[in-house]
């Protein structure tokens, strides 16, 4: 049986999701393809309070929709008080599946019931089920979480024809859980290549003039760090590792969270003077802060992909970041970088040290990031989504 022409595809979203957003756009340029996003809630389009952060902001603003097809579900939990992301339960979306003639249904995640409730509305009209999401295996994962998961991934097995794994780690947790390898197609975790490349030719002439904007003087190599500050990502690994090496660089956190203000204390309290906070910033800002640096460091503890990376890359930064972010096993080589054991202080410090002291290094590293990350591009994902679609039909 041939694919439909056209062949309508329905994605399920939590919210809106820039990344999400400008892969489904580009997928639903292709010819042959009607692709409508449907969205569970509003979250980052409204001013409200984000959990994580525990104050107000707006991620996006309503133009960050524009040239996608999209639906916003009825979600009455949110709709009685938006204050974060969850709950996003929307039963609807089984009447919007079932009267409607879409030909595949997509999901990103089996970790909510509107995902169960959009699997069993696409068995009942006979669509072909696609599966991405950020699915990885953590290491040391405890005994009760893999049976947790045996038993969703074993009922989606029955029922999703292809399953797209966005890198290496994500292949390996579907394997792990018994998806057989002619069902795995790679749709690699990408960031908009294009947009971030140019971004990074227009402001290259404009560090010092970055630099200076930001209080930062001299000829220091800037060590950046960008990401909410909370626990997981372990911003304060990355401030007591940089503290030994303090007089030879600056430190950029470019985020907010929790963990702020005990960074800040941290900070004062020891007088480190090379420490710069830029605080929250929404997603069309942060090129010029990935332009000034010179070393990307993301320190998490676990990241099912992490695509700051892929984004610092563009901007030719040599990387620095843990076994615990997905992406390393993609992105970070010798050649471009360090990946060390996630909360080794020690080692996070070593690698600092290295790129520190060595400009020739840090610019080498920094032109294979650009040459690695420009071969993992959104073309690629939409090639594997296209390549999905093609082999639901045959399977």
């Known amino acids: 049986m041939a694919i439909p022409n056209p062949?309508?595809?329905?994605?399920?979203?939590?919210?809106?999701?820039?990344?999400?957003?400008?892969?489904?756009?580009?997928?639903?340029?292709?010819?042959?393809?009607?692709?409508?996003?449907?969205?569970?809630?509003?979250?980052?389009?409204?001013?409200?309070?984000?959990?994580?952060?525990?104050?107000?902001?707006?991620?996006?603003?309503?133009?960050?929709?524009?040239g996608v097809k999209y639906k916003f579900l009825e979600n009455p939990l949110w709709e009685r008080g938006p204050t974060s992301v969850y709950p996003t339960i929307s039963p609807s979306v089984f009447k919007e599946i079932t009267s409607h003639s879409y030909d595949v249904?997509?999901?990103?995640?089996?970790?909510?019931?509107?995902?169960?409730?959009?699997?069993?509305?696409?068995i009942k009209q006979s669509c072909r089920i696609l599966f991405r999401g950020e699915?990885?295996?953590?290491?040391?994962?405890?005994?009760?979480?893999?049976?947790?998961?045996?038993?969703?991934?074993?009922?989606l097995a029955k029922w999703v024809s292809i399953f797209l794994p966005i890198g290496t780690?994500?292949?390996?947790?579907?394997?792990?859980?018994?998806?057989?390898?002619?069902?795995?197609?790679?749709?690699?975790?990408?960031?908009?290549?294009?947009?971030?490349f140019s971004q990074a030719s227009l402001c290259k002439n404009k560090k010092r003039e970055l630099r200076e904007s930001l209080g930062i003087d001299g000829e220091f190599p800037i060590v950046l760090f960008v990401s909410k500050m909370t626990p997981r990502k372990?911003?304060?690994?990355?401030?007591?590792?940089?503290?030994?090496?303090?007089?030879?660089?600056f430190l950029l956190f470019v985020g907010d969270g929790p963990l702020r203000a005990e960074i800040e204390n941290y900070v004062e309290a020891r007088q480190m003077r090379n420490v710069r906070f830029a605080g929250f910033q929404r997603q069309e800002d942060l090129s010029r802060f990935y332009a000034v640096g010179d070393i990307f460091v993301l320190p998490s503890e676990h990241e099912p992909w992490g695509l700051v990376i892929n984004e610092a890359m563009c901007f030719s930064l040599p990387i620095i970041t843990t076994?615990?972010?997905?992406?390393?096993?993609?992105l970070v080589k010798e050649d471009n970088g360090f990946v060390y054991e996630a909360g080794n202080v020690n080692a996070l410090e070593a690698a600092l040290r290295v790129l520190v002291s060595d400009a020739e290094r840090r610019r080498e590293m920094g032109r294979q990031s650009s040459k690695i990350v420009e071969g993992w591009n959104m073309d690629a994902s939409v090639r594997g989504i296209c390549q999905g679609l093609s082999m639901a039909w045959a399977h």
């Open 234 to 249: 372990r911003p304060l690994d990355l401030l007591k590792a940089f503290e030994t090496i303090q007089e030879h660089a």
């Open 7 to 66: 062949c309508r595809v329905v994605v399920l979203a939590t919210h809106p999701i820039h990344y999400q957003i400008q892969l489904y756009r580009r997928l639903g340029q292709v010819p042959g393809m009607d692709v409508t996003m449907l969205f569970c809630s509003r979250f980052g389009l409204n001013r409200q309070i984000d959990p994580t952060f525990g104050f107000e902001v707006q991620w996006y603003d309503e133009s960050i929709l524009d």
């Open 105 to 122: 249904v997509l999901i990103q995640s089996y970790a909510g019931v509107t995902e169960w409730i959009a699997v069993a509305a696409a």
């Open 323 to 330: 076994d615990g972010v997905a992406s390393s096993a993609d």
């Open 135 to 155: 699915t990885v295996l953590k290491s040391g994962s405890p005994h009760a979480r893999d049976a947790f998961r045996w038993m969703p991934i074993k009922i």
């Open 169 to 196: 780690r994500s292949r390996e947790f579907y394997l792990y859980y018994g998806i057989p390898q002619e069902r795995l197609v790679l749709s690699p975790y990408a960031v908009d290549n294009n947009y971030f």
